[in-house]
């Protein structure tokens, strides 16, 4: 079973300040998802990463797949306090759609 | 076009009691999956279901639990004679097929607290 380890798990940090969550397999990964979750709330898809390498940008974050696509990294510029919340991310099973097994989280927050 | 509507948002039950929670995936998605989170743990898939159909329970613990997604109406997770340790987070989650790299959209969650 592909187990996927996030690090660092609790980050806290000033506005304004860059942070990078990190995401690592010891398997290679099929795809990759990022999600966001806020307290009380549902997990909220942010990117799916596919190709090794790939490099996707929504807004003030930066998402990378590594190039043997074993790990993926998101970096936050600029951080403001409506980026905190747990981050997680997630791979599907092989030729497991919808079954997704999830990282166990990075806890951010971001202090005015 | 709503998302995937879950309730009841939170549930309370006495240990012994049986905690039902329906989930209501989105429009045209005719798969749904169930997830927990347990405190101070991530998400872990339960069981995924079409109309009818369990397709993987691997997720679901052996005894008091079971998942339905009958022709007509939502899917239910049933947790019989609950105890304190199913208190937990639950997530259902819908997609409009099973093909790998599919977006699955997730609902808001059920928070059951077992007293």
């Known amino acids: 079973t592909q187990l996927l380890e996030q690090s660092p798990q609790f980050l806290s940090i000033q506005e304004g300040e860059n942070l990078t969550v990190y995401c690592n397999s010891s398997?290679?990964?099929?795809?990759l998802q990022w999600y966001r979750q806020e307290p009380g709330e549902g997990p909220v898809l942010l990117v799916t990463?596919?190709?090794?390498?790939e490099v996707k940008k929504l807004k003030r974050l930066t998402f990378q797949f590594g190039d043997a696509r074993k790990d993926s990294s998101l970096h936050i510029t600029a951080a403001q306090p409506g980026d905190t919340g747990l981050y997680l991310c997630?791979?599907?099973?092989?030729?497991?759609?919808?079954?997704?097994?999830f990282g166990q989280g990075t806890e951010l927050s971001v202090k005015p | 076009n709503a998302g995937v509507m879950q309730n009841p948002r939170h549930l309370v039950r006495r240990r012994g009691q049986e905690a039902r929670l329906r989930c209501s995936p989105m429009?045209?998605?005719?798969?749904v999956y169930w997830y927990r989170q347990l405190p101070e743990e991530g998400l872990k898939f339960m069981v995924y279901?079409?109309?009818?159909?369990?397709?993987?329970e691997s997720g679901m613990p052996k005894e008091r639990f079971s998942a339905e997604f009958p022709k007509e109406g939502p899917s239910i997770l049933r947790i019989q004679q609950v105890v304190r340790g199913d208190s937990a987070a639950y997530f259902c989650?819908?997609?409009?097929?099973?093909?790998?790299?599919?977006?699955?959209?997730f609902g808001e969650g059920s928070w059951l607290t077992v007293v």
């Open positions: 997630a791979s599907e099973g092989l030729n497991q759609g919808g079954k997704l097994i």
């Open positions: 398997s290679v990964f099929s795809s």
């Open positions: 279901l079409q109309k009818e159909n369990i397709i993987d």
């Open positions: 989650a819908s997609s409009p097929s099973s093909v790998s790299g599919n977006t699955i959209y």
């Open positions: 990463v596919v190709t090794g390498g």
């Open positions: 429009k045209g998605h005719s798969h």
